[in-house]
């Protein structure tokens, strides 16, 4: 069997979407306004560059002392120079030089840094490690200083000082080639080429250079206008070849004459910038489709969390176990007929929660049970006034003791959090600000909302950590997060939702990403602390067993709707819909469920 | 923390040894017939010769270079051929200016391109689009060419600020405000445009952290949950940013001091070189090296300060 035939067998299916890819992303660049603007206005001046003989009938060296200094027009389009050369002719034919220079430093940087890239992502061992030394080295020194001190040396030759200003830039190639091709140095399809005999060229030109190409295209831009600008500055300082036309002499020029003529310096410097920036746009232009075709369609995560709610009218048919509450006492948290929308791009509006009506009563512990997406986080969330960017509440009432929550001022709000009503998050590791200390996050609240100074703040810091159950307070307290484990970093955040002693904690799926004998122990944790602090507890969860742990009143919620509502020990004895029904039956084929919330309690 | 910085100050100091080293062989490989270079060609053979025994290049490259590496050690880098004076005088004085305008420069970027980034994070919108059309037009136009028009149209123009010289911070204030604005303007424009898009992006990304909401939640103010916790978690890719331009910025300077007749090491630079004034060129590689570790080591240092997973016990 040939080379080609196993190659052509091992990775079929990547070669071709990979070159579907590349030719889907010519496709659409060539739909992006700005990058084929820039492509076009970069062809126009090569093509200006090439076909300057016939742009302009002046020899750009023709010295004329009797036309020093001309204004445009009178026979020379853009006037002349400090010597009498026509200006558009020198600018043509500057353009010649200028972007064989800097074409020059980077086919230079591109062929060092791609070789060498490909070789030590590739083979590794002690090539990798001198050259990344090479590049330290390379990367130390402006490169500027290397080239003044290489002119002084080798003369003012264009070409081989843009030829040393190419080694210079080869780490920009090196880095990108290096970072891709030890990225893929031992993915699957290539150690299959490997096993199967495919040369290490095959390999490398087949599977590797694909992948890089059109990053190599857009770092090539980039170095090609960072050379442009180093050689003209070069020219400017006066250390180039004065005999040939470049931009940067030209601005040499102007600068010298700019007391005399300040037009000068403003034709080569217009069209510096122009290239340049042409160049620049060419190469995020191309970076945003590459970007765009790594990362198909992502959905907003707003938008992934909500499936579309039931958009039928009020939750008439909610199964309510008992009579509405017939003490004096209010409830803590009273929902009435909640809808949560977020705003589309289109402009329509997606409703994640429809029509919910809750009451939570002080001192009790409420669950909202409801699998993934039916709304259960987004109710939470819309009682905090905490939604994701696009969210808000459409309508009904958040009355939080007597409170409308949905129309409080901001900074009232402000207030609430934290103070009245706390939370506690669901996935520990991530809600911590991985910046800062666990002591200097448990104490930043408490200092603001109970005024209490730096020390008083730590000792009842230290003293809630020591009710949480970690062993060791004061190394916690002094300890950043990623030094914690997943069940410790939710108990500093257990602490940290009661420090300011609220009145409602809310708790989204407090125990889901947390190892199940952990889940235990979090569980009796805030049993524990409801019972010591009598603070009431809404917690959110997808999970009976949690339920029956911990509640005293439950809600089923199901497509942004709650279609269940009683006390626990009721809906466990009957669960009348069909959907509250189902939930017990996927416990049930878990095989262990917990017992009935009455035994479990004792 | 301090074996880090003892780690890293030594790897510095390796590192500049090997640039040092091979600036010296091939500065001096290449240097041809210093004598006849520094006394022309109207000179006579027998005191060119005599030149060249006095500035010690009779004897061997390899004891030459040991020579130059001892004195180097005690501070001592020779005289410059040219004017005779002390190679650490001519450079110190210079030092301090082009330091001023450099950290001037970092100064200015880091506190606009965090105000800039961080504005166009949040409003988003004509805002984020015009930070990002600056961003571009920063990053793409040469600061030299920024600095010819800022004399063009600033200084010719106005008058409020000198196009050429330098007036010491001790000497006046309002001389020295109006001989550097223009050439840290021209400095910073290209740094902040790269710092900016960094923590624009980052501070995107961080927002969109779940550890944002527990702020909130905890009824933190808006104000320090910006720019207590979200600014300190977004500044550290953008300080890796302005690290990384470093080095370019130092390069800048040296012609961004020509347009505007600044007496800084970009000045000796481009003078030394010219003349082909070996020992000053030595000098300004031993300074530029010495400033570029240096403050990658800070930078370092300050990066496990933002970042304490970064931190090496």
């Known amino acids: ?602 | 923390m301090l074996t880090f910085t003892v780690r890293r100050l030594l790897y510095g100091a390796l590192l500049l040894f090997v640039i040092v080293t091979l600036a010296y062989l091939l500065l001096y490989a290449a240097a041809g017939n210093v004598g006849r270079t520094i006394l022309g060609p109207t000179a006579t053979q027998a005191t060119v010769a005599l030149k060249n025994q006095q500035l010690g290049l009779n004897s061997p490259l390899i004891s030459r270079y040991f020579s130059w590496l001892g004195h180097a050690l005690t501070g001592n880098f020779g005289s410059s051929w040219f004017t005779n004076q002390p190679v650490t005088t001519a450079i110190f004085a210079r030092m301090q200016v082009t330091l001023t305008l450099v950290f001037g420069a970092v100064i200015v970027s880091a506190v606009l391109s965090a105000v800039l980034g961080v504005w166009a994070a949040l409003r988003g919108r004509w805002v984020d689009r015009s930070v990002q059309v600056f961003t571009v037009l920063g990053f793409a136009i040469p600061g030299f060419i920024i600095a010819v028009f800022l004399v063009r149209y600033l200084a010719l123009g106005t008058h409020w600020f000198k196009p050429t010289g330098y007036v010491p911070l001790a000497t006046s204030f309002t001389g020295w405000i109006r001989t550097v604005t223009l050439p840290i303007i021209a400095l910073s424009i290209g740094l902040i445009a790269g710092v900016a898009q960094q923590v624009r992006s980052s501070v995107m990304d961080a927002l969109r952290q779940d550890w944002v909401r527990t702020l909130r939640s905890r009824g933190i103010p808006e104000r320090s949950v910006l720019f207590r916790h979200v600014l300190r978690n977004a500044g550290g890719p953008a300080l890796s940013v302005l690290a990384l331009s470093f080095v370019g910025l130092l390069g800048g300077a040296v012609i961004i001091e020509e347009v505007f007749g600044i007496p800084g090491l970009g000045q000796i630079a481009v003078l030394a070189t010219s003349e082909g004034d070996v020992p000053l060129v030595m000098g300004l590689v031993v300074a530029i090296g010495v400033i570029v570790i240096v403050v990658n080591l800070v930078i370092d240092l300050l990066q496990g300060f933002l970042n304490p997973k970064a931190r090496i016990s």
């Not at chain 1, 004329?64 to 389009?77: F, I, Y």
């Not at chain 1, 809808?339 to 009451?359: E, M, P």
Request: with cysteine.
């Open chain 1, 1 to 602: 069997m040939t080379e080609a035939a196993v190659s052509g067998v091992v990775a079929p299916d990547i070669t071709s979407d990979i070159r579907a890819a590349r030719s889907h992303l010519a496709r659409r660049f060539l739909k992006s306004p700005v990058g084929v603007t820039a492509l076009s206005v970069l062809v126009l001046i090569v093509l200006a560059a090439i076909f300057a003989p016939l742009l302009t009938s002046y020899n750009p060296n023709d010295v004329s002392v009797l036309n020093v200094l001309q204004g445009p027009g009178a026979g020379h389009l853009l006037g002349t120079d400090g010597a009498g050369r026509d200006v558009w002719a020198r600018l043509l034919y500057g353009a010649r030089y200028t972007l064989a220079g800097a074409l020059l430093a980077t086919v230079v940087a591109a062929v060092l840094g791609i070789t060498s890239g490909l070789v030590a992502g590739y083979y590794g061992k002690w090539f990798e490690a001198a050259s990344s030394w090479v590049i330290t080295l390379l990367m130390a020194l402006p490169g500027i200083v290397v080239l003044l001190a290489a002119r002084a040396v080798l003369g003012p030759s264009l070409w081989t000082v843009m030829i040393i200003f190419g080694v210079l830039l080869a780490p920009a190639f090196y880095r990108l080639v290096y970072a891709a091709v030890s990225g893929v140095r031992n993915e699957l399809f290539v150690d299959a080429a490997r096993v199967s005999g495919v040369s290490d060229f095959r390999i490398i030109s087949r599977h590797i250079l694909t992948v890089v190409r059109a990053p190599i295209i857009i770092q090539g831009s980039i170095v090609f206008g960072i050379a442009i600008a180093v050689q003209v500055g070069l020219d400017f300082l006066g250390f180039g070849d004065q005999s040939i036309p470049t931009w940067g002499n030209m601005l040499n020029d102007g600068f010298t004459n700019l007391y005399r003529d300040p037009q000068l310096v403003v034709w080569p410097g217009l069209a510096i910038v122009l290239t340049t920036v042409a160049l620049t746009l060419f190469a995020n232009a191309l970076r945003d489709e590459l970007e765009q075709s790594a990362r198909p369609g992502r959905r907003r995560r707003a938008a992934a969390g909500a499936t579309a709610a039931d958009p039928a009218g009020p939750d008439s048919d909610t199964v309510v176990h008992e009579a509405p509450d017939s003490s004096a006492q209010a409830p803590l948290l009273d929902v009435e007929g909640l809808a949560v929308g977020y705003l589309q791009a289109d402009g329509s509006v997606t409703r994640v929660v429809n029509d919910v009506s809750l009451d939570i009563r002080r001192g009790e512990v409420h669950g909202l049970i409801g699998e993934s997406g039916s709304g259960k986080t987004q109710t939470a969330w819309s009682v905090l006034r905490l939604l994701p960017a696009g969210g808000e509440i459409l309508h009904g009432s958040v009355r939080f003791d007597g409170e409308d929550l949905s129309r409080v001022p901001e900074a009232k709000m402000r207030d609430i959090r934290g103070r009245r009503i706390a939370y506690i998050p669901q996935e520990p590791m991530s809600n911590l600000d991985p910046s800062f200390t666990i002591g200097s996050q448990l104490t930043e609240p408490m200092r603001i909302k109970l005024g209490l100074s730096k020390s008083e703040a730590k000792a009842k810091a230290l003293g809630l950590l020591g009710q949480v159950g970690i062993p060791n307070p004061e190394r916690t307290f002094a300890s950043y997060p990623h030094e914690l484990s997943g069940g410790m970093a939710q108990r500093v955040l257990i602490a940290g939702a009661v420090s300011c002693e609220p009145d409602l904690v809310i708790a989204d799926e407090p125990t889901t990403a947390l190892d199940v004998t952990i889940q235990a122990e979090i569980l009796d944790l805030l049993r524990e602390l409801q019972q010591e602090l009598g603070v009431t507890i809404l917690i959110v969860t997808h999970n009976f067993g949690v339920v029956a742990d911990l509640c005293d009143r439950v809600s089923v919620m199901q497509k942004g709707r709650i279609v269940e509502t009683g006390p626990a020990r009721a809906i466990f004895a009957d669960p009348q819909h069909p959907y509250t029904r189902s939930l017990f039956d996927a416990i049930l084929d878990e095989g262990q469920a917990r017992g009935p919330y009455a035994e479990s309690r004792s």
